[in-house]
């Protein structure tokens, strides 16, 4: 059994995963500054014997540097998240996102540690091509646009990661997350079926950006760390990057529908402009759907739960929460 930290352990990935290492027997490490996480997220197993958190920033040299000492693998998913968040706030996107990363790497060489670095399938950018592959191009905005900070400085992080790979033979895994989703996602920092879902059960009209005709893929957060924990254990994903997520594709508009169906037919869409919700300037992905052929052939396997059924534990978890709570 391995010792394990999980930067960003208290957030809505990485509580997931951090339970999931639980149950098959790892100890656990939890770094977070508890500033999109929260210790709710981690509640289940706060009192866990092999559970330990430490609240504090990857920002922090030292900090990082002593709860690093004592782990064996590493999965690195703090980090700035978020397209609102991200557009709100581009400098602690890229101090957040680069520096700590580096510096993460750099040490893992030191103490022989195994990496896994949550990156993004916002690198991709605005790629027009119908399904994105690892090995194809990155396309971005202009500098002057906040949104590419995020996918900017993931691809930097994802630069430094293999580098030091080849350089140095660090054990790293890439996983670029598609559109994760599940219980614990909250809406505040802009993700879309928390919103949703917050909507509809409000009996409030579902707030969709321009016409809704822009698509995604959504993955189940259970099967997205699963996908998570094999690629970082198996060898020949060393030095690799992955797509991580679900390649069923919806129109915002549909899964607008899709919520609406499922918790107050009858409610209705309300249009809204970028410039409205974002700001200025803002631009979207048009259309974003991973090839998995990588995933599928390293692990056997790939986040297979229909859209439907995600929705449905969404929805569950969202009923659960005590009212007030919902985001
Ligand atoms: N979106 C929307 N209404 C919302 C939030 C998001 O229509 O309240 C749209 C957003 O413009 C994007 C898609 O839903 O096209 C997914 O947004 P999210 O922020 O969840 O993830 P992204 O794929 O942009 O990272």
Same mark, same amino acid.
């Given at each position: 059994?391995?010792?394990?930290?999980?930067?960003?352990?208290?957030?809505?990935?990485?509580?997931?995963?951090?339970?999931?290492?639980?149950?098959?027997?790892?100890?656990?490490?939890?770094?977070?500054?508890? @500033?999109?996480?929260?210790?709710?997220?981690?509640?289940?197993?706060?009192?866990?014997?092999?559970?330990?958190?430490?609240?504090? @920033?990857?920002?922090?040299?030292?900090?990082?540097?002593?709860?690093?000492?004592?782990?064996?693998?590493?999965?690195?998913?703090?980090?700035?998240?978020?397209?609102?968040?991200?557009? !709100?706030?581009?400098?602690?996107?890229?101090?957040?996102?680069?520096? +700590?990363?580096?510096?993460?790497?750099? $040490?893992?060489?030191?103490?022989?540690? /195994?990496?896994?670095?949550? @990156?993004?399938?916002?690198?991709?950018?605005?790629? +027009?091509?119908?399904?994105?592959?690892?090995?194809?191009?990155?396309?971005?905005?202009?500098?002057?646009?906040?949104?590419?900070?995020?996918?900017?400085?993931?691809?930097?992080?994802?630069?430094?990661?293999?580098?030091?790979? /080849?350089?140095?033979?660090? +054990?790293?895994?890439?996983?670029?997350?598609?559109?994760?989703?599940?219980?614990?996602?909250?809406?505040?920092?802009?993700?879309?079926?928390?919103?949703?879902? !917050?909507?509809?059960?409000?009996?409030?009209?579902?707030?969709?950006?321009? !016409?809704?005709?822009?698509?995604?893929?959504?993955?189940?957060? $259970?099967?997205?760390?699963?996908?998570?924990?094999?690629?970082?254990?198996?060898?020949?994903?060393?030095?690799?990057?992955?797509?991580?997520?679900?390649?069923?594709?919806?129109?915002?508009?549909?899964?607008?529908? $899709?919520?609406?169906?499922?918790?107050?037919?009858?409610?209705?869409?309300?249009?809204? +402009?970028?410039?409205?919700?974002?700001?200025?300037?803002?631009?979207?992905?048009?259309?974003?759907?991973?090839?998995?052929? /990588?995933?599928?052939?390293?692990?056997?396997?790939?986040?297979? /739960?229909?859209? @439907?059924?995600?929705?449905?534990?969404?929805?569950?978890?969202?009923?659960? $929460?005590?009212?007030?709570?919902?985001?």
């Amino acid at each position: 059994m391995a010792r394990c930290l999980v930067t960003g352990g208290a957030g809505f990935i990485g509580s997931h995963l951090t339970e999931r290492l639980l149950d098959l027997g790892h100890e656990v490490t939890v770094l977070d500054d508890l @500033s999109t996480g929260s210790r709710e997220n981690l509640a289940a197993v706060a009192n866990h014997p092999a559970f330990r958190l430490r609240v504090g @920033s990857i920002t922090d040299p030292l900090l990082l540097t002593e709860v690093m000492a004592g782990s064996e693998v590493i999965y690195h998913l703090a980090a700035a998240v978020g397209v609102k968040l991200v557009a !709100d706030d581009p400098v602690r996107t890229i101090e957040t996102n680069i520096y +700590p990363t580096e510096l993460l790497l750099r $040490q893992a060489v030191q103490g022989r540690q /195994r990496v896994f670095l949550a @990156s993004t399938s916002e690198v991709y950018g605005k790629n +027009p091509k119908e399904r994105w592959t690892e090995e194809d191009d990155l396309h971005f905005g202009a500098t002057t646009r906040a949104r590419w900070a995020y996918g900017c400085s993931k691809a930097i992080d994802e630069f430094l990661a293999l580098a030091y790979h /080849r350089k140095f033979q660090l +054990p790293v895994v890439i996983g670029r997350f598609f559109n994760v989703v599940g219980p614990r996602q909250v809406g505040h920092y802009g993700m879309v079926i928390p919103r949703f879902v !917050d909507q509809a059960l409000a009996g409030r009209p579902l707030e969709v950006y321009d !016409d809704g005709g822009q698509t995604r893929c959504f993955g189940h957060v $259970q099967e997205v760390v699963e996908c998570v924990f094999r690629l970082t254990e198996s060898s020949a994903a060393h030095g690799e990057v992955f797509n991580i997520g679900s390649d069923e594709l919806v129109t915002i508009r549909g899964l607008a529908e $899709q919520i609406i169906a499922k918790v107050h037919p009858g409610l209705a869409i309300r249009y809204i +402009p970028y410039r409205e919700a974002y700001g200025e300037g803002f631009e979207d992905v048009r259309q974003r759907v991973p090839d998995l052929t /990588r995933l599928r052939t390293t692990l056997g396997m790939q986040p297979s /739960r229909s859209l @439907s059924d995600i929705l449905d534990d969404v929805i569950a978890w969202k009923r659960s $929460q005590p009212a007030g709570d919902q985001t």
